[in-house]
């Protein structure tokens, strides 16, 4: 479970994020390093956590024209520490192609479909569609199947519809994960509990606030991982 637990770095100094990983020691393998933390270590990050052997989400989501998608992958493909990166799959599929194209055969290559933080009205409203966000969300992930990527970005709830569409070994990565349907869902909308998650077809579990706001942040890695790990 520990490949399958990715915790997100969400800090704005390089500093609180090594004073994290320190906490969590080998508690955890994987670690999300998304616009905040890459921006404010000006991508120096990665180089500390290749240092220590860590696994890396490179949560960027690359949403531009084919070419720039292009070179953006092309990046991504270059630091070995980078196990994974993700594009927008309201690029459509060509962006989405020029990404599958750039990246190492070794990396995973995922789309967002409908982030965490959005719900029902959300999608209406936005997108000026009928759809649910379960709808919307399946719709999504079949473009960014065809398209030849590894799989998606979704929240859990959706994990099973798409992996019932889109086959067994396409790859669900799934935040919005909290301890208990109670806990303080910050701004998320569209959650589940980790083992909630796990039987609903989520491959990976990103997961920030519970564990890195946590008193014990190792001690709470820890119980999500033995969460998940429930029958």
Same mark, same amino acid.
């Given at each position: 479970?520990?490949?399958?637990?990715?915790?997100?770095?969400?800090?704005?100094?390089?500093?609180?994020?090594?004073?994290?990983?320190?906490?969590?020691?080998?508690?955890?393998?994987?670690?999300?390093?998304?616009?905040?933390?890459?921006?404010?270590?000006?991508?120096?990050?990665?180089?500390?956590?290749?240092?220590?052997?860590?696994?890396?989400?490179?949560?960027?989501?690359?949403?531009?024209?084919?070419?720039?998608?292009?070179?953006?992958?092309?990046?991504?493909?270059?630091?070995?520490?980078?196990?994974?990166?993700?594009?927008?799959?309201?690029?459509?599929?060509?962006?989405?192609?020029?990404?599958?194209?750039?990246?190492?055969?070794?990396?995973?290559?995922?789309?967002?479909?409908?982030?965490?933080?959005?719900?029902?009205?959300?999608?209406?409203?936005?997108?000026? %569609?009928?759809?649910? %966000?379960?709808?919307?969300?399946?719709?999504? /992930?079949?473009?960014?199947?065809?398209?030849?990527?590894?799989?998606?970005?979704?929240? /859990?709830?959706?994990?099973?519809?798409?992996?019932?569409?889109?086959?067994?070994?396409?790859?669900?990565?799934?935040?919005?994960?909290?301890?208990?349907? %109670?806990?303080?869902?910050?701004?998320?909308?569209?959650?589940?509990?980790?083992?909630?998650?796990?039987?609903?077809?989520?491959?990976?579990?990103?997961?920030?606030?519970?564990?890195?706001? /946590?008193?014990?942040?190792?001690?709470?890695?820890?119980?999500?991982?033995?969460?998940?790990?429930?029958?």
């Amino acid at each position: 479970m520990k490949e399958r637990l990715i915790v997100a770095l969400d800090f704005d100094t390089q500093e609180k994020a090594e004073q994290m990983i320190e906490k969590l020691g080998d508690s955890v393998i994987f670690y999300k390093v998304g616009l905040e933390l890459f921006l404010n270590s000006a991508g120096s990050i990665l180089k500390t956590l290749s240092s220590l052997n860590k696994k890396v989400f490179l949560d960027l989501k690359f949403h531009d024209i084919p070419n720039t998608v292009a070179a953006a992958s092309r990046f991504a493909a270059k630091d070995k520490s980078i196990s994974m990166f993700n594009v927008h799959s309201s690029g459509c599929s060509e962006m989405i192609k020029q990404a599958v194209k750039a990246k190492r055969p070794d990396q995973t290559l995922i789309a967002v479909t409908a982030l965490t933080s959005l719900d029902d009205d959300d999608i209406k409203e936005y997108f000026h %569609t009928s759809l649910k %966000t379960s709808e919307f969300a399946l719709n999504l /992930a079949k473009e960014t199947k065809k398209a030849g990527a590894d799989g998606v970005v979704c929240s /859990a709830l959706e994990a099973s519809i798409i992996k019932g569409s889109c086959g067994s070994d396409f790859i669900t990565v799934c935040p919005g994960i909290r301890f208990t349907e %109670t806990s303080d869902m910050g701004d998320q909308k569209r959650v589940l509990t980790p083992n909630e998650a796990i039987q609903n077809g989520a491959d990976y579990l990103v997961v920030g606030r519970p564990i890195t706001e /946590a008193k014990n942040p190792k001690e709470a890695a820890e119980m999500m991982l033995k969460e998940m790990m429930k029958d």
